[in-house]
């Protein structure tokens, strides 16, 4: 009999990529997802898919009843902004429905292990030169760092109180075929539809500010990775968590440069002024991911850049405009 797994948000960016890892190593996969983000045809033909809220019961039902040997949880609200806007409402969808799952686990009496998408791009701040470990100070500064940060303590204390076994897994900014451009990440999808409108690119502040840019595939990777591996002792809140990144500081400018590149197109970049609160700069020491997980990056900011350009342009039906 197959493993099964659980992937939440699995209709969505990130989690589709997910769940087609686990689909292609042969695993019987569910994706539940309420489709407020995420699509349909994102789906894997080969999984099961259940419509549902993470904060209902019949979500709790869904995991209590499934058993499953993993749930990697990503279903969560992604908007920095609406966060930003709406903390209370960012709470709910991050916080309390990731508790519902959780309590669902701990009552099921199976060993269910729960590998949660976290963020490392919004986690720990502008206070340490990057790439930053994972046991640097972690000071977030929106509700939505806020909330990943929450549910990581919550995992931690699951893990020592309860002994369910959990996971954090504390990304880069994920970019990659299907991408949403409100995510953390979403100025990679905005960039490659500016280029095939042939409008121009739009860049806040002077464009030297960096992210640490990683490639949904690799994501997808790092997730079964976590789920399939030994992992470490139970114990503090950095004890489970790893850094998914690519450890290479990419700025805004060098993003659009090697976007008009890969594109061929002329598109002109404008300057606007800088958002307040952004962070200067921001990569991923991902030592521990590579030493624990055996898992490292195998794909390079350009080759990441030229297959979503492409995923793009072929939704499009066409190429850039030049």
Not at 98 to 119: K, Y
Not at 129 to 137: D, G, K, N, R
Not at 237 to 243: P, Q, S
Request: charged share 20%; glycine share 10%; aromatic share 8%.
């Amino acid at each position: 009999m197959s493993k099964t797994v659980l992937v939440t948000g699995g209709a969505g960016f990130i989690g589709s990529h997910v769940a087609d890892r686990f689909v292609a190593e042969g695993w019987s996969v569910t994706i539940l997802d309420d489709l407020s983000s995420g699509r349909e045809e994102n789906i894997p033909s080969a999984a099961r898919f259940v419509r549902g809220d993470i904060t209902s019961p019949e979500a709790a039902t869904l995991v209590r009843d499934g058993r499953f040997d993993v749930m990697c949880h990503l279903a969560a609200q992604i908007d920095v902004r609406r966060s930003v806007l709406d903390p209370a409402y960012d709470a709910t969808r991050n916080i309390l429905g990731t508790l519902n799952l959780m309590e669902a686990i701990r009552t099921s009496g199976h060993a269910t292990r729960t590998v949660f998408s976290s963020t490392g791009g919004a986690l720990y701040g502008d206070f340490d030169p990057p790439p930053s470990a994972e046991t640097f100070s972690k000071d977030p500064e929106a509700p939505y760092g806020i909330a990943k940060l929450s549910v990581e303590y919550y995992l931690a204390y699951y893990g020592r109180v309860h002994g369910l076994d959990t996971v954090a897994l504390r990304y880069g900014n994920v970019y990659g075929p299907r991408q949403d451009p409100h995510g953390e990440a979403g100025v990679v999808a905005i960039f490659c539809n500016r280029l095939l409108d042939g409008r121009p690119l739009t860049v806040f502040g002077d464009g030297e500010q960096t992210r640490d840019y990683v490639y949904a595939g690799d994501v997808a990777a790092a997730n079964f990775a976590a789920a399939t591996g030994a992992l470490p002792p139970r114990g503090r809140l950095d004890a489970r968590a790893f850094n998914i990144g690519t450890g290479v500081e990419t700025s805004v400018n060098t993003l659009a440069e090697t976007l008009r590149a890969v594109s061929q197109a002329s598109a002109p970049i404008e300057y606007a002024p800088a958002r307040p609160g952004e962070l200067a700069r921001s990569a991923l020491d991902t030592a521990k991911a590579q030493s624990v997980l055996g898992w490292k990056p195998a794909v390079s900011v350009r080759q990441g850049l030229e297959n979503t350009y492409a995923f793009f342009a072929a939704r499009r039906g066409g190429s850039a405009t030049s």
